[in-house]
C-alpha cells in the first residue's frame, strides 16, 4: 500500500478517529511479557511475512533493516518498498545473520521464532542486546506453539489482527495510518459478510495447506484458525471439526466427509511435498478415491493464497476469493 493510498484513507475518517501521537516510552502487554519502547524503532526486522507486509503498509520500509520466513510473494503493491528492504533469509535465519543487520526491533509473526525455544532465537537474547520484540497477538492466542503449530481452542477474530496493526502503528508513531489500515479491512470484512450473508448454509468446505507428502496425510485448517473464520463469516461449515491449528488428516476422512468445495493453498515455498498448488491439483485429479470426490468431479477447486490460511492480512483477501468462488459455482441460495 502506498502511502498516497494511506493518506487518502485517512482524510475519510472523522477527526475524532485520527490517532493521537506515541508518547515514549511505550510499554505493551505482548504475549504474556511485557514490552517496552523507548523510542520509535528505526531499524526493524520482520521475522514472518505478514509481520513484514503489515509494516511495508504502513510505510515503513526505510525503518526496516531486513527480513526473513516468507510463503508467498509480497503484495504487489508492496514490491517497491519490499526491494528496499534486506531479505535475511527466506525461510528462518540463524540468530547472527539477525544481529548482523543491527536491529533496535523485532516484529515476529509466530511464537516459533522467537519464543522460548525460538529457531531465530528467544526474546530474551535479544533483549540482552537490548532488542525489544514485538508477536503477533493471533499467534498469542494458540496454546502449545512454542515449537510447532498448536492449538486454537477459540474461534478467530479480525480483532486480534486489527490489534497488531494498531499496536505496530503505534510502536513507530503512525497511529493514524494504522487506524487508516483498519478502517479499510473492516470495510472490505463488513462488505463480504453483507453479500453472502445466510446464503451458504449448504456449503461445506476443506482447506488444504500441505502435506510432507503428496499422496499421504494432509495439513488442513482446523475449525477456529483464519480459515475457519472465513468459513464462519460466508456461513458455511468446516468439514474439519478439530482445535488444532493443522492437523494432519487422511484423504480417506476426508472423502468420507465429501465436502463441498476444497480449497487449495499457493505459495512459492517448496520445502514440504504438496506445497506446489499444480501438484495439490494432479493428486486430486488422478487419485483413485479423491477424483471421485464431488467438488473434484464439478470442479469446484478454488486456489488461495496459503498465507491468508494464517492470521494475516492477507485472509480479508482469502475471504473475498472464497465468497467470489461460492458466487461463481453457484452455491450461495
Not at 94 to 110: H, K, L
Amino acid at each position: 500500500m502506498k502511502l498516497a493510498l494511506i493518506a487518502s484513507i485517512l482524510a475519510t475518517l472523522p477527526v475524532a478517529a485520527l490517532a493521537a501521537p506515541t508518547s515514549y516510552p511505550l510499554t505493551l502487554e505482548n504475549c504474556g511479557a511485557k514490552v517496552s519502547i523507548e523510542k520509535a524503532p528505526q531499524r526493524a526486522v520482520g521475522l514472518g511475512q505478514n509481520s513484514t507486509e503489515i509494516m511495508l503498509m504502513l510505510g515503513l520500509a526505510d525503518r526496516m533493516a531486513g527480513s526473513a520466513i516468507w510463503v508467498s510473494p509480497v503484495l504487489p503493491a508492496l514490491t517497491a518498498d519490499n526491494a528496499k528492504v534486506q531479505r535475511i533469509a527466506n525461510n528462518a535465519p540463524n540468530f547472527e545473520a539477525v544481529v548482523a543487520r543491527q536491529p533496535d526491533f523485532i516484529a515476529a509473526q509466530f511464537l516459533t521464532s522467537v519464543g522460548p525455544q525460538g529457531r531465530v532465537g528467544t526474546r530474551q537474547q535479544f533483549l540482552d542486546l537490548g532488542v525489544p520484540s514485538y508477536i503477533s497477538p493471533t499467534d498469542c492466542a494458540v496454546t502449545d506453539n512454542t515449537r510447532s503449530d498448536g492449538t486454537r481452542k477459540q474461534m478467530l477474530t479480525m480483532d486480534l489482527l486489527y490489534q497488531e496493526i494498531d499496536e505496530l502503528s503505534r510502536i513507530f508513531d503512525v497511529a493514524d495510518r494504522g487506524q487508516a489500515l483498519i478502517a479499510q479491512l473492516k470495510e472490505r470484512e463488513g462488505a463480504v459478510g453483507k453479500r453472502v450473508a445466510d446464503k451458504a448454509r449448504d456449503v461445506s468446505l476443506v482447506y488444504w495447506f500441505s502435506s510432507p507428502d503428496v499422496a499421504g496425510d494432509a495439513w488442513v485448517a482446523g475449525k477456529n484458525g483464519a480459515s475457519g473464520y472465513i468459513t464462519k463469516v460466508i456461513g458455511a461449515r468446516n468439514i474439519i471439526d478439530s482445535e488444532k491449528e493443522w492437523p494432519l488428516v487422511g484423504w480417506e476422512t476426508i472423502a468420507s466427509a465429501n465436502p463441498t468445495v476444497i480449497v487449495i493453498g499457493t505459495m512459492d515455498r517448496r520445502t514440504q511435498g504438496a506445497d506446489d498448488p499444480l501438484v495439490k491439483k494432479r493428486f486430486l485429479t488422478t487419485d483413485p478415491v479423491v477424483s471421485k470426490l464431488d467438488a473434484v468431479e464439478k470442479g469446484r477447486i478454488v486456489e488461495m493464497d496459503a498465507q491468508a490460511m494464517n492470521p494475516t492480512i492477507r485472509t480479508i483477501t482469502g475471504l473475498e476469493t472464497v465468497a467470489s468462488a461460492l458466487e461463481q459455482f453457484g452455491l450461495l441460495k
